[in-house]
Nanobody, 125 residues
Framework: QVQLVESGGGLVQAGGSLRLSCAASGRTFSSYNMGWFRQAPGKEREFGAGIAWSGSIHYADSVKGRFTISRDNGKKTLYLEMNSLKPEDTAVYYC???????????????????WGQGTQVTVSS
């Protein structure tokens, strides 16, 4: 069983930056594929960025070049550095973990086994 706790969300002006963190419990964090998803009001949850246990990384086109995902297996923590934020980045951001998957990033949220409670990111124009 894995518990995930996100932090770092908040209100920021367009063009600003935020850094999200996701602290994980459990013994085998290094073996999980990890992802950041987001959900805006009235919209479906969408993939933002992911990092596999192999270190392979993938970004959604909407955040590529602006967001950076990373993980610290020793600290059992996942990060999302968000720069050049836009109002359309406003959403609840969720951290997710998947076990038993190949060493590639999965974009489908249904393949993730564990989810955090989410952290709100609001970007004002």
């Amino acid at each position: 069983q894995v518990q995930l706790v996100e932090s770092g969300g908040g209100l920021v002006q367009a063009g600003g930056s935020l850094r999200l963190s996701c602290a994980a419990s459990g013994r085998t964090f290094s073996s999980y594929n990890m992802g950041w998803f987001r959900q805006a009001p009235g919209k479906e949850r969408e993939f933002g960025a992911g990092i596999a246990w192999s270190g392979s990384i993938h970004y959604a086109d909407s955040v590529k070049g602006r967001f950076t995902i990373s993980r610290d297996n020793g600290k059992k923590t996942l990060y999302l550095e968000m720069n050049s934020l836009k109002p359309e980045d406003t959403a609840v951001y969720y951290c997710a973990a998947a076990e038993g998957l190949p060493p590639i990033v999965e974009l489908n949220p249904l393949l993730y086994d564990y989810w955090g409670q989410g952290t709100q990111v609001t970007v004002s124009s």
